[in-house]
């Protein structure tokens, strides 16, 4: 009996997955306000790594077909690429045709702002692991596609497509665009 496991990393994104974390950065890139950070983002900020929909599939289809030697094999799935959020923020405005202006105040003060929940304001920030997906390329000879191509084909769904244009989450948004750090 042969076994190999698919580990994509910890967000897949890509047309038709309507994940909550994409959709946060793109809907807040693409209605030209302000995206906010928290301040500890710059020292925390990375990597920025997620798994593209189109490299899960290529990935599990492979694998399929593939005997791993001993019998055993696990794989990480997802981009090899490490971006900070500024980097992956500006990809997604390249791609929405869109100018961002990023910035940073600390935690607490938008933890009070009006645009917090429950007196937090969340975002979806990144996991401090980086994952090897190395073996994955190898073993299964794998071409990722490039984190800017998938990006734009998201963004391009999200545009034309998104079911959920203005989800729950999204309410407070008015708020922060016309919120100012004092």
């Known amino acids: ?3 190999t496991v698919i580990r994509p990393l910890l967000q897949i994104v890509g047309p038709n997955t309507e994940d ?10 693409a209605d030209g306000g302000t995206v906010w950070l928290p301040e ?13 929909s189109g490299d899960v ?21 997802g981009q090899p690429e490490l971006w900070t959020y500024e980097e992956y923020i ?10 961002v202006d990023i910035c940073y105040a600390p935690r607490e003060i938008l933890n009070q702002s009006p645009f917090a929940v429950n007196g937090v304001y969340r975002l ?13 390329e190898l073993a299964l000879e794998l071409t ?5 191509h998938w990006i734009e084909e998201t963004g391009t769904w999200m545009s034309q497509s998104y079911k959920d244009a203005a989800p729950e989450w ?3 948004r008015p708020l922060e665009r016309e919120w100012s750090l004092q």
């Not at 599939?57 to 799935?77: D, M, R, W």
């Open 124 to 136: 979806p920030l990144p996991y401090r692991v980086a994952f090897d997906v190395r073996a994955a």
């Open 1 to 3: 009996m042969h076994v």
């Open 144 to 148: 990722w596609t490039p984190m800017d």
């Open 170 to 172: 999204y309410a407070l």
């Open 20 to 29: 909550a974390r994409f959709a946060w950065f793109w809907l807040r890139v």
């Open 57 to 77: 599939a290529q990935a599990i289809v492979k694998a399929a077909t593939h005997l791993p030697s001993g019998g055993y094999a696990v794989y990480n799935v």
């Open 40 to 52: 500890d983002a710059r020292l925390h900020a990375g990597p920025c790594q997620l798994a593209f």
């Open 90 to 99: 500006h990809a997604l405005a390249k791609a929405a045709g869109m100018t």
